[in-house]
Each structure stands twice: as structure tokens, then as C-alpha cells.
């Protein structure tokens, strides 16, 4: 089974701060990868889907890359502001269906 | 537009006791995906549909745990003899097409709660 692991499990950083999250899979046959933030007791919102024909992809503030070769993925958060204060997930798999899962990096961005 | 609803938001029941929970999908996504999250942990996957058939049920934990979708929109995962061990988050999921490079969306979860 695939296993996923994301370092590191928390982070706090004042704002304004640039930071990076590190994703890791066991497996590098990984299809597509899937950035996902989940705030306490929500549900979980997608950022950022890197298709299985991509290396990487931008959402405003957020970028993601995927490296299958190593099996890693990082998200890039410029300009941290304190709402990005949430869970943030990365989920791959092989089938590009059933999503494999971190337990997720838990950010606090303080004023 | 709407995004995935799940029915309820929070489930108590007794051990012993059958469950069902509901995801409403969004609109026009044929392939639909039922999770569980542990506290502390990322979702695990339980269930993939396409359309009304269940494409791959692999991640289900045993034989109490059983889904359907039999008009290919809302689903219901059911659970018989609950035990304490089955509490957690249910999350339930879409996308356009399950077979292709498409965003899962994710609904806010059931949280269940066997005692």
C-alpha cells in the first residue's frame, strides 16, 4: 500500500513569511497528486490538482510541484497570512481515483 | 453552485446498532468516493463509484460496511452491528469523471459516533 508522509507535521511562522511543505511517497508510481487544506471539524477543500501529464501548478499565492522520479511533492505558500492557519493534505495514488492520504501539516500563521 | 452535502452532520448511535449516511454529489459528477478519518489521521478510501456500480470497494474494512448509488447520484454508505472502533469522520467525494485527471470535491463529513 501506498504510504504517504508529510513534513513537517506542524509549523508556526509569523506572517509574511514564504514557507514549503514537503509531501513523500513510497511508491513513485504516483498518477496525479492532490493538495487539499481542512480547517477543525470541516471538511476538506481542494487547492491545487497536479494531473498525471504535469509537474506543478499555481493558484495565486499557492504553488505545488511533483517530482514522480523521487516520489516527492512540495506546496509553496508565498506571503503567509494568518486565514491560511489550517491542515493542509497532500493525497496521491496510483489509480488517480482512490486518493492515498498524509496525516497532514498543521500551520499556524500568527499576526 | 452547490457543492457535496452529506446527511446528517453528526450520528450518535449504540453499539450493535445499523447506521446510514448520505452524499448528495454534485451535479453531473458521475464518479463518487466514500473516506473515513481517524482523529489525527488522513482520510482513508473505502469506496469508488462510477455511475450506480461500485468500481472498486477495496477499502472497505469488512463485510458490515456496504454502499450503494442506485441512480448513479446520491449514494448511502450503511454500516451493521456498529462497534466503537467504526467511530469517525465519513467523507464523501466527487468528480466529473473518475477515470480521468479530475479534482475529487469534498463534502463536510458525517461524524459518527458509536457508543
Known amino acids: 500500500k501506498q504510504e504517504v508522509t508529510q513534513i513537517p507535521a506542524a509549523l508556526s511562522v509569523p506572517e509574511g513569511e514564504n514557507l514549503v511543505l514537503n509531501c513523500s511517497f513510497t511508491?513513485?508510481?504516483?498518477?496525479?497528486l492532490q493538495w487539499f487544506r481542512q480547517d477543525p471539524g470541516k471538511g476538506l477543500t481542494s487547492l491545487l490538482l497536479?494531473?498525471?501529464?504535469?509537474r506543478e501548478q499555481t493558484s495565486g499565492r499557492l504553488n505545488a510541484s511533483l517530482d514522480k522520479s523521487s516520489g516527492r511533492s512540495t506546496l509553496y505558500i508565498a506571503a503567509s497570512q494568518p486565514g491560511d492557519s489550517a491542515t493542509y493534505l497532500c493525497?496521491?495514488?496510483?489509480?488517480?481515483?482512490?486518493?492515498?492520504f498524509g496525516k497532514g501539516t498543521s500551520l499556524l500563521v500568527t499576526p | 453552485g452547490a457543492g457535496v452535502s452529506q446527511t446528517p452532520s453528526n450520528k450518535v448511535t449504540e453499539k450493535g446498532k445499523y447506521v446510514e449516511l448520505r452524499c448528495d454529489p454534485i451535479s453531473g459528477h458521475t464518479a463518487l468516493y466514500w473516506y473515513r478519518q481517524s482523529l489525527g489521521q488522513g482520510p482513508e478510501f473505502l469506496i469508488y463509484f462510477q455511475g450506480t456500480g461500485a468500481a472498486d470497494d477495496s477499502g472497505l474494512p469488512n463485510d458490515r460496511f456496504f454502499a450503494v448509488r442506485p441512480e448513479g447520484s446520491v449514494s448511502t454508505l450503511k454500516i451493521q452491528r456498529t462497534e466503537r472502533g467504526d467511530s469517525a469522520v465519513y467523507l464523501c467525494a466527487s468528480s466529473l469523471n473518475g477515470a480521468e485527471d479530475y479534482e475529487q470535491y469534498f463534502g463536510p463529513g458525517t461524524r459518527l459516533t458509536v457508543t
Open positions: 511508491d513513485s508510481a504516483i498518477y496525479n
Open positions: 497536479i494531473q498525471s501529464s504535469q
Open positions: 493525497a496521491g495514488g496510483k489509480s488517480g481515483y482512490a486518493l492515498n
